[in-house]
């Protein structure tokens, strides 16, 4: 017989840096998912990335307290910062550009991200990716 989905859940976690702590052991405690086999678990399948960049992961916890994870890419904003070396996107954008990147680095973005964006082909990705650093105050060259 298939488990019986009790709910899901939303979280941001640093890629590879999984720990008790909160805002994710409270999060998962609460809702009885097992907190260390989590971050053993989340850990193993984020060793790969690079460590830190934030990854939206999406768990999906049963009724057996066994859960199910699914880890999207990093978000463009992370992605365009580091393109562009900044902290922060500017204060407002449209009137002001804080930094800018390349169509080739747009491109990469776009390809790093084809699989959790809602596109066709690459072009297409490339225009949801400007779009992003169009409203960040980053503009392309």
Known sequence: MAKKLVGTLKLQVPAGQANPSPPVGPALGQRGINIM???KA???KTQDMEAGAPCPTIISYYQDKSFT???KTPPASYYLKK???LKSGAKTPGRETV????VAQVKEIA???MKDLNANDIEAAMQIILGSARSM???VK
Not at 99 to 102: A, I, K, N
């Open 37 to 39: 086999e989590f971050c």
């Open 42 to 44: 989340f850990n193993a």
């Open 69 to 71: 994870m699914d880890i």
């Open 83 to 85: 393109a562009a070396k």
């Open 99 to 102: 930094g800018s990147v390349s």
């Open 111 to 113: 390809e790093a991200k």
């Open 137 to 139: 105050g980053i503009e």
